[in-house]
C-alpha cells in the first residue's frame, strides 16, 4: 500500500485553531499519511499561490477543515481559502478526481460545508472526545481500507437475510475477534487479558476498547474479570463463520 499524500486545507483563525490543525496533521503523519501542512512546507518568502497549486495537484487527497471562518472566506473568494477555492472549482476540477476532497467539520453546532462542497459527505470532527472515531473514519478513506467490505455475489438465493450483513473485514469487531483469538492460541486459560490481545492489534487502544463492547454487546465475549475476556458459544461460531478458525 503506497502512502497517500494529504494537503490540508485551513483558514488561520485563532492560535488554538492551528494548534489544533497541527496536532491533527502529526497525527495523520504518526498513522501512516504524508500530510502536507503549510506550518511545516511553507517558509516566509515562499510563493504562496505556487505552493497551493503546486500540492493541490500532488496530493492525493485534499482534507479541508471547516469552521465558520473557513465557510465564510471560501464562499466569498478570500485570502488563501479563497484561492484554493478558485483552483478547485475551475482548471484543477478537469484534471483531479473530485472524490479526493474530503470536507471535515470542525465547528460545533453546526456542519457548514462552503458551497461548492456541500454535497459531499463530511467527517465530524466537531467533539473532542470522539475524535479517535473520526479518526478512524478518516484513515480508513486515506489508506483504502473501508469499514465494510462488499461481498462477493452469492449462488444461493435463498440465504436468510439475517446473514447477509457485509463483513467487517478490516475493522472493528472481526480484527477484536481476530485479535482475541490469536491471544487464546498462546494461552492456557479460558480466558485472555486485555494485556495479551493489545500487543497483538495496531489498533488505537480506544478503538479496540469501542470494538470489545461491541463484541460484548452481540454476545460474542463475556468480560469474567476486569478487563478479561471469554469467547461464548456464539463467539466461537462467529470465528469459524469468518474463517478465522477452523471447525
Known sequence: MSTPRVFISYSHDSAEHKGWVLDFATTLRNRGVDAILDQWDLRPGNDLPHFMETELERC??????????????????????????MIMTSSMLQRIDTNKVIPIIRQVGNSLRPTFLKSKLYIDFSKDEDV??????????????????????????????????????????????????????????????????????????????????????????????SNCYAVTDKGYEYLIVHNIVEA
Do not use: Q, W
Request: net charge negative; charged share 30%; glycine share 6%.
Open 132 to 225: 479517535e472515531y473520526s479518526l478512524d473514519e478518516l484513515l480508513r478513506t486515506l489508506l483504502n481500507s473501508p469499514l465494510y467490505e462488499k461481498p462477493e455475489i452469492g449462488k444461493n438465493p435463498f440465504v436468510p437475510l439475517g446473514s447477509t450483513k457485509p463483513d467487517r473485514t478490516s475493522d472493528g469487531l472481526k480484527e477484536v475477534m481476530k485479535t482475541i483469538s490469536n491471544a487464546f492460541a498462546k494461552s492456557t486459560r479460558n480466558y485472555v487479558t486485555l494485556d495479551e490481545t493489545l500487543p497483538r492489534t495496531e489498533m488505537h487502544r480506544l478503538t479496540f476498547d469501542k470494538y470489545v463492547k461491541n463484541a460484548i454487546s452481540e454476545g460474542l465475549i463475556t468480560e469474567i474479570y
Open 60 to 85: 492525493d487527497y485534499v482534507v479541508m477543515v471547516c469552521t465558520e471562518n473557513y465557510v465564510k472566506k471560501a464562499n466569498m473568494g478570500e485570502g488563501g481559502v479563497g484561492y484554493e477555492k
